[in-house]
């Protein structure tokens, strides 16, 4: 129902910092939570965080809890994702989600999805 699209990838020595967008095409952006969830070759899908319709609520996954930050900017319908200090383990594909949500809370859950971005850290 919203196509996401990812940018920002790319390859970022250990320490560094980059920065992912997601634009979504909803006409009603502001009625999705977003999050961000990676996945590294042989591995599970992990979720890495989200942030909730009006944004006033976010939640990390505890590996990047205090280095990454996700954000919303209503007028540009996009969510980001700041990564610093970034670690040779942040390595992984970075795909974003939404879902529709009710109430002001950072869903668990996603199923719409973007194509994914590579983020490759080097050290």
């Known amino acids: 129902q919203v196509q996401l699209v990812e940018s920002g990838g790319g390859l970022v020595q250990a320490g560094g910092s980059l920065r992912l967008s997601c634009a979504a095409s909803?006409?009603?952006?502001?009625?999705?939570?977003m999050g961000w969830f990676r996945q590294a070759p042989g591995k599970e899908r992990e979720f890495v965080g989200g942030i909730s319709s009006s944004g006033s609520n976010t939640y990390y996954t505890d590996s990047v809890k205090g280095r990454f930050t996700i954000s919303r900017d209503h007028a540009k319908n996009t969510v980001y994702l700041q990564m610093n200090s970034l670690k040779p383990e942040d390595t992984a594909v970075y795909y974003c989600?939404?879902?529709?949500?009710?109430?002001?809370?950072?869903?668990?859950?996603?199923?719409?999805w973007g194509q994914g971005t590579q983020v490759t850290v080097s050290s």
């Open positions: 989600a939404a879902a529709v949500t009710y109430y002001d809370v950072v869903p668990q859950v996603y199923d719409n």
């Open positions: 909803a006409r009603t952006f502001s009625r999705y939570s």
